[in-house]
């Protein structure tokens, strides 16, 4: 079966440039300020992994280590 959503030609919009994957990113969930990595682009939003120093985070365990963030809510590491 066919699925509707083809990934191979999703298209980020223009906040999402800035963005590829395994870009370095920082950005704010519950309240609470993380790092973490673009594991995968969206169209709107990125997948995060977050950086290994919160792997005991309660936020980030409740996440299982990976959230879905706006690409006007994350932040470039340089």
Do not use: C, W
């Not at 995060?48 to 994350?74: H, P, R, W």
Request: aromatic share 10%; glycine share 4%.
């Amino acid at each position: 079966m066919l699925s509707h959503f083809d990934e191979k030609n999703l298209e980020v919009n223009e906040k999402g440039i800035p963005f590829p994957a395994n870009t370095r990113v920082s950005f704010e969930t519950n309240n609470e300020f993380f790092t973490g990595v673009v594991e995968k682009q969206l169209k709107n939003s990125a997948i995060i992994k977050f950086d290994k120093e919160f792997i005991k985070n309660e936020t980030a365990e409740e996440l299982k280590q990976k959230v879905v963030i706006s690409y006007a809510g994350l932040e470039l590491i340089k």
